[in-house]
């Protein structure tokens, strides 16, 4: 008599479950790098708009435009940077040449920091 070579319909059932545990517990760990990595791109691009008003005003100090001065807020997406720049915030200068942002949105983000650290939180 010849042995059938193959699988019981209880071995493939039992690789399925094995399969669908695995999946369950890496999805939501998948998803929490990803979420992660969303949120850090929003933070560089927030440290890229500090680094363009940075620009700004040293381009109108050497310009002796005087366009730019300390303490006032000004528009973050009126400045030009690569990638993904605000669609809404301000940015503020200190007399330290601290500069700070408010409400700048990136995306599906809102970031808010200065020159040291910058937080962005994913809008609802």
């Known amino acids: ?11 493939l059932l039992a690789v399925i479950v094995i399969l669908a545990i695995i999946a369950l517990i890496a999805t ?3 998803i929490g790098v990803i979420d992660q ?13 500090i680094d363009a ?8 100090l050497i310009d002796a435009s005087g366009s730019l001065s300390f303490g006032h807020s000004y528009s973050a997406k009126e400045l030009s940077v690569s990638g993904e720049g605000a669609t809404d915030g301000t940015y503020t200068i200190s007399k330290d040449g601290e500069i700070t942002l408010a409400g700048v ?8 920091g200065n020159t040291k650290k910058v ?6």
């Open 53 to 60: 008003a940075r620009l700004k005003y040293t381009e109108s």
């Open 1 to 11: 008599m010849k042995a059938n070579k193959g699988f019981t319909l209880i071995e």
């Open 37 to 49: 990595a969303r949120t850090k791109a929003a933070e560089n691009s927030a440290y890229g708009i």
């Open 119 to 124: 937080s962005c939180q994913q809008n609802s």
């Open 105 to 112: 949105v990136i995306g599906e983000y809102t970031c808010a």
């Open 28 to 30: 939501p760990i998948i």
